[in-house]
Nanobody
Framework: QVQLVESGGGLVQPGGSLRLSCAVS????????MRWYRQIPLKPRELVAH???????NYADSVKGRFTISRDSAKNTVSLQMNNLKPEDTAVYYC?????????????WGQGTQVTVSS
């Protein structure tokens, strides 16, 4: 059983910072791509940041220069450092990881954490 648990969301003023974390647990052989998405009501889930096992990163244009994705492979965690937050960053943030268990690869999602940017 694989679980992804996000933490670190909350309420922050415009211009502030938050750090989201996603802890992966379970019978894990290997973790490849790790990603952060966000979603607002009635909109599709949007890819925010992507980090490959090899360390390559990709960001949505709207967050480039403000958000940084990183991973701690020893602890099976992925983080998203969010700086200079804007009201339009308000959303539920989800982590997603491509994980090998036994001899099978699957993509797993966390349950989401709310980020609200408001004065």
């Amino acid at each position: 059983q694989v679980q992804l648990v996000e933490s670190g969301g909350g309420l922050v003023q415009p211009g502030g910072s938050l750090r989201l974390s996603c802890a992966v647990s379970g019978r894990i052989i290997s973790i490849d791509n790790m990603r952060w998405y966000r979603q607002i009501p009635l909109k599709p889930r949007e890819l925010v940041a992507h980090l490959t096992k090899g360390g390559l990163t990709n960001y949505a244009d709207s967050v480039k220069g403000r958000f940084t994705i990183s991973r701690d492979s020893a602890k099976n965690t992925v983080s998203l450092q969010m700086n200079n937050l804007k009201p339009e960053d308000t959303a539920v943030y989800y982590c997603r990881a491509d994980i090998q268990t036994d001899f099978e690869w699957n993509s797993y999602w966390g349950q989401g954490t709310q980020v609200t940017v408001s004065s």
